[in-house]
């Protein structure tokens, strides 16, 4: 594939539905945490305002759980998969520590910095 066909594959919007979250956090999960973390209980692709997701922790009676609202309309597909990888660092932070008022971008969240690089990711905290 030339670089001008990737580029006209992944430089266009990107629309993602439930299971292309579902799939690409897996992907994500395998990446940077060996597959441990519990899948999202609950998807929800929607238009959000003001930004691109939003993970929500929860103490469940057995095991902890986390469900994504995710934007509907990216850029990109690397807007999105970047994006993910942020959102799995704060699920992550919460299966580590157990506090739903943690997830933030801490010392816990840029200890991932490297390890996003090695990637081709840039981690922000616009989101
Ligand atoms: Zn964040």
Not at 68 to 84: A, K, M, P, Q, V
Request: hydrophobic letters at 35%.
């Amino acid at each position: 594939m030339t670089r001008r066909q990737v580029n006209r594959l992944t430089a266009k919007p990107f629309r993602p539905t439930a299971s292309d979250v579902r799939r690409w956090t897996q992907v994500i999960n395998c990446i940077l945490f060996h597959g441990e973390l519990p899948p999202y209980r609950k998807i929800k692709v929607r238009r959000l305002h003001a930004k691109y997701a939003l993970v929500q922790c929860h103490e469940g009676r057995q095991k902890n759980y986390c469900n994504i609202e995710i934007h509907n309309r990216f850029d990109t597909f690397g807007c999105f998969f970047s994006i993910l990888a942020h959102e799995l660092i704060h699920v992550a932070d919460f299966m580590h520590y157990g506090d739903t008022k943690r997830p933030d971008h801490g010392r816990f969240f840029f200890s991932h910095r490297e390890l996003m690089k090695n990637i081709g990711l840039r981690l922000g905290c616009g989101y």
